[in-house]
């Protein structure tokens, strides 16, 4: 399966790229330092999640129970996630974004050993809510290799 590549359809202000990448640069911070309430908090109370294998968390109430069943996989480890490539599209002037970008999250253990987990494409839906920004929708697809043809 092959993804499409996407292009901005607009420009945004250095400004506003600025406040995006700071922004996600706390919630990946939050998830990172595991403060699983904290990285919930940066979604909107009806803010959905849709993992890369289909599995959907919708609320924060549902992203905190899955992310606490998953910190046995995190123990010992140092986890960090990796943004780049960042598109940011505005849907209505800046109260509304559509950002995609590529992640990529390396785990660190005790002994200096990196191990990399596989690479995504992920798609979030911003919304700016008493003058911050939350993620209302992401979601996450694994990289698949290109199809040649």
């Not at 803010?47 to 992203?63: D, L, Q, T």
């Not at 606490?68 to 599209?89: G, M």
Request: negative net charge.
């Amino acid at each position: 399966m092959s993804q499409a590549v996407k292009t901005a359809s607009g420009q945004v202000t250095g400004d506003l790229y600025a406040e995006v990448r700071t922004y996600y640069a706390t919630q990946m911070r939050r998830v990172d330092t595991l403060d699983i309430e904290g990285f919930a908090d940066t979604f909107t109370e009806d803010g959905v999640v849709v993992h890369s294998n289909g599995v959907r968390a919708e609320g924060r109430e549902e992203m905190v129970a899955g992310m606490h069943k998953a910190l046995p996989r995190y123990r010992d480890v140092a986890v960090r996630h990796w943004f780049d490539h960042v598109l940011i599209e505005p849907v209505d002037g800046v109260d509304e974004l559509k950002v995609s970008y590529y992640s990529m999250v390396t785990l660190l253990d005790r002994e200096g050993r990196i191990e990399f987990e596989p690479t995504f494409l992920v798609e979030d839906v911003l919304v700016r809510r008493e003058g911050r920004l939350l993620t209302r929708e992401r979601v996450i697809h694994r990289d698949q290799p290109v199809e040649q043809g």
